[in-house]
């Protein structure tokens, strides 16, 4: 079977989860499948692949971004249509759909050829309607913002595009957590044939398991891993650690891997001189895993205290193969990896203080916490690469089946 991926980023242009995880699949398919992949991320650095054509263009949030658009969308729809004409592959498989020309997207829907998603981020629930180029094809928008509405509908009349948004496309769909798919919006354009839920799984299990546990005691550690940004809760953590102080005298030390967002830094520095912790936090920046793998073997509990609902949770499952306790809050798909109180201690999204007793469980019954770390390491171990690799190739196969068993007219 031929399998086309389509992912706004890919591997080694850009290595975030979704990205990794997509690049993992479509290596794993290519034992038994013959796989193309259509993203952007083209330079001189990027290695040489004829399976890989980057021809998209990532489309960031700037004001030049909507400009570049119209073009983008052009070349978008001409890779898909020469890729869908000259390859014939049997199925579409969408991966992250955001910030690329989802013309393209568009295209591979009209085309008649069997389209599946595997969604992780939310993005799924406003496609097209925030895309820089299709949002204007519908009539409605007024001055200079109806000019130039007029002019990428006139645009869209080119043959490579001709894009319509009223027709829905039947789809097949799995989401990464049963609470983010109670979380998506079913956009106008798609009719979904086939619906499930195939949980996310950890990348390189070895590299988590192989670590050597050291906890630091003098102060303990409390490690945090994941973007600084306000929805992932760094400004919990902080709370949480000064409420550790006050609320049960223990004294620790916050340490953070991950990328911040530009005036993120600075803000934490503000809020770290308030809570009277600046000695007690380090930030270490962006960290590769083996970095990564030392802190958690340092650590006496991995906190992720995000505040807006997380669509998995790979990094609570890292740390359960780490066999480092979890402290998380109760954010979208996280509880379904690791259980509560089974395998990981949870608290209401942005309490600091429920955060700050969980934390102090932790310390403070070391027996208990072995016993639940030993069970997270147990769950941990059911999500691997290759249970995932056999249902996303179930799911991809049953797509195909069930597009071909229902044609366009039909009743579903």
Not at 279 to 287: A, C, N, S, Y
Not at 371 to 388: G, V
Request: hydrophobic share 40%.
């Amino acid at each position: 079977m031929r399998v086309l991926f389509v992912s706004n980023v890919y591997p080694p242009a850009t290595r975030g989860g979704y990205e990794l995880l997509c690049a993992g699949i479509a290596e794993g398919f290519g034992e038994f499948h013959e796989v193309r992949v259509l993203t952007s991320g083209s330079s001189k650095d990027t290695p040489n692949d004829p399976n890989i054509v980057r021809e998209l263009t990532y489309l960031g949030g700037g004001s030049a971004d909507s400009l570049r658009a119209p073009l983008a969308a052009l070349r978008a729809a001409k890779a898909i249509r020469r890729l869908l004409a000259e390859w014939k592959p049997d199925v579409v498989f969408v991966w992250n759909g955001a910030d690329m020309p989802q013309a393209a997207i568009r295209i591979a829907e009209q085309s008649g050829t069997p389209i599946a998603y595997s969604l992780c981020e939310y993005w799924f629930s406003h496609i097209y309607e925030t895309d820089r180029f299709m949002r204007h094809l519908r009539p409605g928008e007024t001055g200079v913002r109806g000019l130039w509405a007029r002019a990428l509908r006139l645009l869209n009349r080119h043959p490579a595009l001709r894009l319509d948004l009223d027709t829905p496309a039947r789809v097949s769909i799995t989401y990464v957590s049963e609470a983010f798919r109670d979380r998506i919006h079913m956009p106008p354009t798609a009719l979904p044939l086939d619906e499930r839920v195939i949980f996310s799984c950890v990348n390189d299990p070895d590299l988590w398991k192989s670590i050597e546990r050291r906890p630091a005691t003098e102060p303990p550690t409390i490690a945090f891993a994941g973007r600084l940004e306000r929805q992932k809760g760094p400004q919990v953590a902080y709370r949480a650690i000064a409420a550790l102080r006050d609320r049960h005298g223990i004294d620790v030390k916050l340490v953070l891997a991950g990328r911040a967002v530009p005036g993120m830094s600075e803000e934490l520095a503000r809020l770290a001189a308030e809570l009277r912790i600046e000695d007690r936090v380090e930030l270490l920046g962006m960290v590769d895993q083996q970095r990564l793998g030392e802190l958690f073997g340092s650590a006496s509990a991995l906190v992720l205290p995000a505040v807006w609902a997380e669509p998995s949770g790979t990094t609570a499952l890292e740390g359960g193969l780490a066999r480092v306790p979890v402290v998380a809050s109760r954010s979208g798909g996280m509880p379904e990896g690791l259980l509560e109180e089974e395998h990981a201690l949870y608290f209401e999204i942005g309490d600091h203080d429920g955060c700050a007793d969980a934390l102090a469980r932790v310390l403070n019954d070391p027996a208990d916490t072995e016993k639940r770390c030993a069970r997270a390491y147990e769950r941990a171990q059911l999500f691997t690469f290759d249970r995932y690799t056999a249902q996303m190739n179930e799911f991809i196969e049953t797509a195909v089946r069930v597009h071909r068993e229902n044609p366009v007219g039909s009743t579903v």
